[in-house]
């Protein structure tokens, strides 16, 4: 028998290959949006914990001052004791507060250190001091926000891309399912040597044979299996259809929750700082009161403990704000 090669081709006439091909093209750009929403997270993370270790240093340098005030208040104590303008208690009380606040430093500080050991994590450091700015946190400016984000902002988020690519992909893994309904066109081919006279053997190209055949094929044998594949891809695809429409819905109540936080944030802050400074005024007062003998030591030291809750709860506003607008442009950085 002479040597004959033979070949077979599927001949792609319903663009089959073309919708396997855009499938994973969208599936690849989703991956891509899943990255980018990953990498998004992790700068959002990062500039919150860079963020909080400001608040958390403003906060120590406010306490700083605190304990300096109450040391100040324990030797004014001792004085009107002395000067039988006071008693003991007050002094056991002004030194009670001191203690206090120097604890409350100790938490601080500890506080600090945990932020820069998770910021450092987060850069893929190991535990360092992490170099930043000495200034006044309530004074940070603050960036400018779009009140109404527009409808092309939104669509850009990763998590509404990435179900958006998803969503295609499901669109054309259908598209090929139906296909799989539809006839192959198979074209095969042979390529050999004359055998039945055996002079040809030896001679090229005179002894060369070749044959072609083409055949279109129903597929009858597999059709159930072709049935339940396009049943799951058009299940898949209305999965996706969810996905997709609740991204969406996702994204904009996140956004107008973020809005309305962010302008309720700007109010209370307003009102803070009008009682932080309110509280000054009274803790200056309070102070003369009590060197005057016409204030109790209790009406200082709830004059003086009033304002620094107020200003600690002015740093947490401000911080609020701050980790707001991060939040909403999230999945733009």
């Known amino acids: 028998l002479a040597p004959t090669l033979q070949m077979d081709w599927t001949i792609d006439l319903w663009g089959k290959l073309n919708s396997d091909k855009k499938s994973a093209v969208e599936r690849y750009l989703a991956s891509e949006a ?187 044998i597999n059709k159930k299996a072709i049935q339940a594949n396009f049943s799951q891809a058009d299940a898949l695809q209305i999965e996706a259809l969810y996905n997709y429409d609740k991204a969406l819905m996702t994204a904009y109540i996140e956004m107008s929750t973020l809005q309305s936080k962010i302008t309720n944030l700007k109010q209370l802050r307003q009102f803070k700082q009008k009682q932080d400074e309110a509280l000054m005024r009274a803790v200056s007062a309070a102070q003369k009161l009590y060197l005057n003998n016409r204030a109790t030591y209790l009406e200082v030291i709830d004059s003086e403990r009033g304002q620094l809750d107020c200003k600690m709860e002015l740093i947490d506003t401000k911080l609020q704000q701050l980790s707001t607008l991060i939040d909403m442009y999230r999945g733009f950085f």
């Open 34 to 220: 899943g990255q980018r929403a990953i990498k998004s997270q992790l700068v959002a993370d990062v500039a919150e914990n860079y963020y909080a270790l400001l608040a958390l240093d403003y906060k120590l340098l406010v306490m700083q001052q605190y304990i300096a005030l109450q040391k100040n208040a324990v030797r004014i104590a001792r004085i009107q004791k002395e000067a039988d303008a006071d008693t003991q208690l007050a002094v056991e009380k002004f030194e009670a507060e001191l203690a206090k606040a120097q604890s409350d430093e100790y938490v601080l500080r500890q506080s600090i250190i945990e932020t820069e050991n998770n910021l450092n994590l987060l850069l893929g450091r190991l535990p360092q001091p992490i170099a930043r700015a000495k200034s006044d946190f309530l004074q940070l400016p603050m960036p400018a926000t779009a009140h109404a984000l527009s409808t092309q902002l939104l669509l850009q988020r990763p998590d509404v891309v990435q179900a958006e690519h998803a969503l295609e992909a499901a669109k054309w893994d259908v598209e090929t399912a139906r296909k799989e309904f539809l006839p192959s066109f198979n074209l095969s081919a042979a390529v050999g040597l004359n055998a039945f006279n055996p002079k040809y053997l030896v001679k090229l190209p005179e002894s060369l044979i070749f044959s072609a055949l083409g055949s279109l094929t129903a597929p009858l």
